[in-house]
């Protein structure tokens, strides 16, 4: 699987290369490069929205077509092969791409940059879903914000960063429960 990974996601970055503006990693490959090693069985790219048709066409030459488009991302599969990993395009208006960009770093995945946000982006981007999509993404995000807290060294109180990105993009509920989380361990 992992040799799969590394061949779809170099031929993206061979269709994409200097056609987009950088896309900026984001998902599980993001917290793995944020120092959270786990497994991931998809893609999850953010990007300019004005991108996106551009993506979409490309994607389309490489096997991939649209599962389902919403205003805020969309998803590509391969027909008829659940063994190769989904893509999701995340998308971002000029001011939110640029925030990211200015404060995140570039990378290199498999010959092809990226942005990788700084962590308390992702720890955003996962509150957000969190709070939005509670049934679907507790076991996944919620374990990804208590680990990424805990390897960054941030603190809970209600003085930091973090609470200030509760208020933000989650509620009181989920803050209390992933600050008890970290200091229970």
Request: aromatic fraction near 12%.
């Amino acid at each position: 699987m992992k040799k799969m990974f590394e061949n779809i996601i170099q031929q993206l970055g061979e269709v994409l290369k200097d056609k987009i503006s950088i896309p900026i990693v984001v998902g599980g490959w993001a917290v793995n490069y944020l120092g959270y090693t786990r497994n991931t069985l998809d893609f999850d790219i953010m990007i300019f929205e004005d991108d996106f048709s551009l993506i979409e066409k490309q994607l389309a030459k490489i096997g991939y077509q649209k599962a389902i488009q919403t205003e805020l991302y969309a998803r590509f599969f391969v027909k008829n092969n659940d063994q190769i990993p989904y893509i999701d395009c995340l998308f971002a208006d000029k001011q939110t791409y640029d925030k990211i960009c200015l404060k995140g770093k570039k990378i290199d995945i498999f010959g092809m940059k990226y942005i990788l946000p700084k962590v308390e982006h992702i720890i955003a981007m996962k509150l957000h879903a969190l709070y939005y999509g509670r049934e679907y993404r507790l076991g996944k995000d919620f374990g990804d914000i208590v680990t990424l807290i805990e390897i960054h060294n941030m603190g809970v109180s209600e003085e930091s960063e973090f609470y200030l990105l509760c208020e933000k993009y989650a509620d009181k509920k989920i803050y209390r429960e992933i600050k008890n989380a970290v200091i229970g361990k």
